[in-house]
């Protein structure tokens, strides 16, 4: 990750992909990006990958990426190590969109937020 110094937008971030590997959000330059938690064992979890699945499907081709990061800080309902969440969105839901690395949601978008509202008042 840039040093806290260095960074001025979300591409300025790297994260890690549901294999481990290093994802430089610069990649994603110039697409408008919905970064959302997943869990698989929420009440909302069927209607919530239908409609992320419909949405990438329909306009990933027109600029949009989704951006979903598992988390299991909410009632402990994404428990699954990330090779099962992933088999578990692409094999229920078709998901095409990228599934990173488990992570806290609270820390992981708090800061990505604070950053970019320090970076508007400076």
């Known amino acids: 990750m840039a040093s806290q ?9 790297t994260v890690k992909d549901g294999r481990g590997n290093d994802v430089n959000l610069a990649d994603y330059k110039g697409k408008v990006l919905l970064i959302v938690n997943i869990a698989s064992q929420c009440g909302l979890t069927n209607s919530n990958y239908t409609e992320l699945s419909q949405l990438y499907e329909k306009y990933k081709g027109k600029g ?3 951006l979903a990061f598992p988390c299991n800080q909410f009632g402990a309902q994404e428990p699954g190590t990330n ?3 992933m088999e578990f969105a692409c094999t229920r839901f078709k998901a095409e969109f990228p599934i990173f690395d488990k992570v806290g949601v609270v ?3 708090a800061y ?5 509202c320090e970076m508007q008042f400076q």
């Open 5 to 13: 110094s260095d960074i001025k937008s979300v591409h300025d971030f």
């Open 64 to 66: 949009l990426e989704i």
């Open 83 to 85: 090779d099962q969440i």
């Open 107 to 109: 820390l992981l978008l």
């Open 112 to 116: 990505f937020i604070l950053r970019i």
